[in-house]
Nanobody, 124 residues
Framework: QVKLVESGGGSVQAGGSLRLSCAVSGYTITNYCMVGWFRQAPGKEREGVAIIYAGNFPTYYTDSVKGRFTISQDRSKNTLYLQMNSLKPEDTAMYYC????????????????WGQGTQVTVSS
């Protein structure tokens, strides 16, 4: 059974940092064609924040986090990370990790496996 479990969320002041982790079990993380982080703020649609693609495809970052967030994966721990620096109040959201063995678009409908989410709250 494939399972994704996020951790690392919390409350920080603007300018602070957090590192989110997504522990994957039941499947080897590097066998996914795409793995990434999404977020959903109250009243807004879930959006892709950062996505790693297998092969030579470039890593995707949404414009608002470029230069501040870094996605990475540790094969030995079968874990996905999201390092978030210079956090802003607009980064406040529930953050989800997601994965799919087949490549597709950044649409949430193209990701078949999801974690339960971890809350990030940034105060001004």
């Amino acid at each position: 059974q494939v399972k994704l479990v996020e951790s690392g969320g919390g409350s920080v002041q603007a300018g602070g940092s957090l590192r989110l982790s997504c522990a994957v079990s039941g499947y080897t993380i590097t066998n996914y064609c795409m793995v990434g982080w999404f977020r959903q703020a109250p009243g807004k649609e879930r959006e892709g924040v950062a996505i790693i693609y297998a092969g030579n495809f470039p890593t995707y970052y949404t414009d608002s986090v470029k230069g501040r967030f870094t996605i990475s994966q540790d094969r030995s721990k079968n874990t996905l990370y999201l390092q978030m620096n210079s956090l802003k109040p607009e980064d406040t959201a529930m953050y989800y990790c997601a994965a799919n063995p087949v490549c597709g678009s950044r649409s949430t409908t193209d990701f078949g496996y999801w974690g339960q989410g971890t809350q990030v709250t940034v105060s001004s």
